[in-house]
């Protein structure tokens, strides 16, 4: 398994579960020295992070995801608008990460843009319209050789895919698609995460590695040896990633977390 840290460059963002922030050359250099294996990036927009030449800044630093989220949080883009047009532009939105992330041998992240239901949306059309974006997203991504990560969210946040079965539910059948399990929204949502871990198996794709109260883990009640148990058992062989609030600070954060995924990694 390997480590990873996040960084935002978002200020829309702030307050949210990213290490570091606004500084990615500040994010590369520290998450170089304290020994990560990679960085995920969480850029505004395509055009913004195509600008950044993160090729060139990360100097062979592995990118281990970029998050699509701003296109919600900045931008207002759902891939279940039912308005044809602005589904359309998320559809574009997250097309265009994804080609950006694939140039970068990284995968592109599907978590906040899928939204939700609302008092005009029903569930199960809400429902529909994502999985239909994310079949045209699955081409794109069978195309790129680059797989895209669906992240099942906790309720306060939406009713589309809450747990990893649900994740797998909503994807089945396409086949560039993988899970992104996310230890804080599981932490709410599955009876026993072990064990759904070990169920999702080969289709999980990516780690959030974040503790019941979203902070670094170790900070919080999070049950890790179990866990990590579970990601060996199925030879889970991807990033760690700490998407977590930026307390007490950056850089207090980070070494929680290498210190965390070297202990458990090493020990369980
Ligand atoms: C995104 O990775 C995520 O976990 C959501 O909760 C948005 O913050
Ligand atoms: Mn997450």
Redo the contacts with the bound molecule.
């Keep these: 398994m390997k480590s990873a840290v996040t960084v935002s460059l978002v200020p829309e963002a702030s307050g ?2 990213f290490v570091f922030w606004d500084d990615l050359d500040f994010a590369i250099r520290s998450a170089r020295e304290l020994g990560f294996d990679g960085i995920e990036i969480f850029p505004p927009d395509p055009d913004t992070l195509r600008g950044l030449n993160v090729a060139q800044r990360i100097q062979g630093f592995p990118v281990a995801a970029i ?1 699509t ?1 701003a296109g919600w949080v900045k931008h207002r883009l759902l891939l279940c608008d039912p308005d044809r047009e602005q589904r359309q532009r998320a559809i574009e939105f997250v097309r265009s990460m994804m080609r950006i992330a694939s140039e970068l041998s990284a995968p592109a ?1 599907v ?2 843009m899928q939204g939700r239901s609302t008092p005009t949306l029903p569930k199960s059309e809400a429902k529909a319209l994502l999985r239909d974006s994310l079949e045209t997203l699955n081409e794109e991504a069978e195309k790129l050789g680059q797989p895209l990560l669906f ?1 099942p ?1 906790n309720r306060y ?1 939406t009713d589309q895919a809450n747990t990893l079965e649900q994740g797998l539910e909503l994807t089945g059948g396409l086949n560039n698609l993988l899970l992104l399990a ?1 230890l804080f ?1 599981m932490n709410i949502e599955e009876a026993n995460v072990a064990e759904s871990i070990r169920h999702a198996g080969h289709k999980i794709g990516h780690v ?1 590695f974040a503790d019941s109260n979203r902070m670094a883990i170790g900070f919080g009640h999070l049950e890790v040896p179990s866990i990590i148990q579970s990601l060996r058992s199925i030879a889970y062989a991807k990033y760690l990633s700490a ?1 977590v609030l930026s307390r007490p600070d950056a850089m207090g954060a980070a070494r929680q977390t290498i210190e965390s995924f070297r202990k458990f990694t090493s020990s369980t």
């Design positions: 949210g579960p998050g989220g992240i978590g906040s992240e969210l946040e996310d929204h959030h998407e």
